[in-house]
């Protein structure tokens, strides 16, 4: 009644009589008992070949446990004849039940965020524009672009929970990533506006209407007394979340997998997109940075447009210094700020203002007295430093640190500055030209930062149905200059000290 019971039967007894030869009625007695527990393995083992994706490694062994060597043989070589030992396909069946966990977690947690983030758009943000506390401005910048990540979060768990219906070795996660690849580079326009964001989340603080309202919004059940930055750091900690997840998929998942080479790619795709939004943070929180020391300098004889050239801040910190020309001490400053570009050497003046006491372009610097990647300069206190000197004229700029770390700090990320600053000469074009000079006490005007340019993406399926060509713009990262890595913490001591100045 079932020819691959009987087969597999007939296989297993042939063995068992082989092993039994000389045995009588003894062992004929134990084939009988064999055959009846066969024929329940092959039963079993019928029901879970129609669903491979829903049998147990401990359901195998527990039939087979009692069973010689070679019956385990033969039920394997019917079973799962592709695998050479039961620990491997033991093996295969964790990795896909833990396979299928993980894309269990995609769906659940996409479902949630896609809940809190229809929460940011119609609870919050709609209450917020009602009460007419914020311009439509604040409200634009605070709430970025979250109406078109809700239709990128609304695709992407449509996919993962039509993923869940299927068999695990159908499951096509991958494709789903690279064909939103386009559409998550839109987590970008959302993370550069986050700093600007929190400036004017803070001073709506400061407004007691404000914070009754957010209070009262937290009431909301749906809100469940979280307050609005929890809500706003959402998109951020999502697209964090993206490549461990992939991660941990790639891990569990076979080779041979149909979805495997597709989550390499969405892999690796997502690794470069999460890339671009780290550079494209620090650019912006540089322009903004730059955007308040601009208008707070004092111009000697020409300025220079710090923000219009997007000069790029490696880093900058209070320092005693001395500017020589003509080997003669002309000036002290007591602030010094490295760009990619150009080296600020600053004083602050009375007004809470800085005054310029020289900028020099990097492709005319060289560091001098270096010696073994240490270069030191001595003064009358005791105090080693290091110099920076003009190449063809008699100019330079003694740095005095406040320790060895400091000192070792500054002289490598000079040294690499210098040795870049060569490949970005095209660069130097709009600091070549200086601004009209302007009186010590108009000041300069104040500078603005320039819009980061958004370009719409190629056309693709899905999204642009719900999503116009207009809508979905996407960070043209590559206009944007490579620039040395500026540390979150340094940004926070800069932004410290424009603060207390201004």
């Known amino acids: 009644a079932d020819p691959p019971a009987c087969a597999l039967c007939c296989g297993a007894c042939g063995a068992l009589v082989r092993a039994g030869e000389g045995g009588g009625c003894g062992a004929r007695a134990r084939l009988c008992g064999f055959a009846a527990v066969l024929t329940g393995i092959v039963r079993k083992m019928a029901v879970l070949q129609e669903s491979f994706s829903e049998a147990t490694s401990s359901t195998f062994e527990h039939y087979c446990k009692d069973l010689g060597e070679e019956a385990c043989r033969a039920v394997q070589d019917y079973f799962a004849p592709e695998f050479d030992t039961l620990k491997q396909w033991t093996t295969l069946k964790n990795r896909m039940a833990h396979r299928s966990s993980v894309v269990q977690e995609l769906a659940a947690t996409e479902e949630e965020y896609l809940v809190d983030l229809g929460i940011m758009a119609n609870v919050w ?8 506390l914020l311009t439509p401005a604040e409200l634009g910048t605070l709430f970025g672009n979250a109406a078109q990540l809700i239709l990128l979060s609304t695709e992407l768990s449509k996919d993962f929970n039509a993923a869940l219906q299927l068999p695990v070795e159908q499951q096509r996660i991958g494709q789903s990533f690279k ?5 998550i580079r839109l987590y970008t326009e959302y993370a550069v506006s986050r700093q600007k964001a929190n400036e004017i989340l803070t001073n709506a603080k400061k407004n007691h209407r404000f914070v009754a309202l957010v209070e009262k919004i937290r009431t909301v059940p749906e809100v469940r007394q979280h307050d609005l930055p929890d809500f706003l ?8 979340k993206y490549p461990l997840l992939l991660k941990d998929l790639i891990k569990h998942t076979e080779p041979n997998h149909v979805d495997y080479q597709d989550l390499l790619k969405a ?24 955007s308040k020391l601009q208008p707070n300098i004092t111009w000697r004889e020409q300025g220079y447009d710090l923000v219009a050239s997007r000069a790029q801040l490696i880093i900058g910190e209070p320092m005693k210094v001395k500017y020589i020309c003509d080997s003669t001490v002309n000036e002290k400053g007591n602030a010094v700020y490295l760009f990619d570009i150009i080296l600020l050497v600053c004083k602050f003046s009375v007004g809470g203002r800085w005054t310029e006491i020289t900028t020099l372009q990097l492709i005319d610097l060289v560091l001098q007295n270096e010696n073994a990647g240490v270069a030191t300069a001595v003064d ?26 400091q000192r070792i700090h500054w002289i490598t990320l000079v040294t690499e500055a210098l040795r870049d600053a060569p490949s970005l000469k095209k660069k130097l074009a709009p600091l070549a030209v200086p601004e009209s000079p302007q009186p010590p006490s108009r000041g300069p005007t104040p500078a603005t930062v320039p819009p980061l340019a958004l370009p719409s993406p190629a056309p693709d399926s899905g999204l642009l149905e719900v999503c116009s060509a207009r809508e979905v713009r996407i960070l043209q990262v590559h206009e944007i200059h490579a620039s040395h890595s500026v540390h979150q913490h340094k940004l926070q001591k800069l932004e410290m000290l424009f603060s207390c100045r201004v």
């Open 125 to 132: 943000q709609a209450e917020l524009a009602k009460s007419k």
């Open 179 to 183: 064909k939103r690849i386009p559409f």
């Open 233 to 240: 750091i959402e998109p951020t900690q999502r697209i964090a």
């Open 267 to 290: 892999d690796e795709e997502m690794k470069t997109v999460l890339a671009e939004i780290n550079e494209c943070t620090r650019t912006q929180q540089t322009l903004l940075l730059l």
């Open 380 to 405: 009358a206190n005791g105090d080693v430093g290091f110099t920076l000197a003009h190449k063809a004229r008699s100019e330079s700029v003694v740095f005095f640190p406040k320790d060895t770390s």
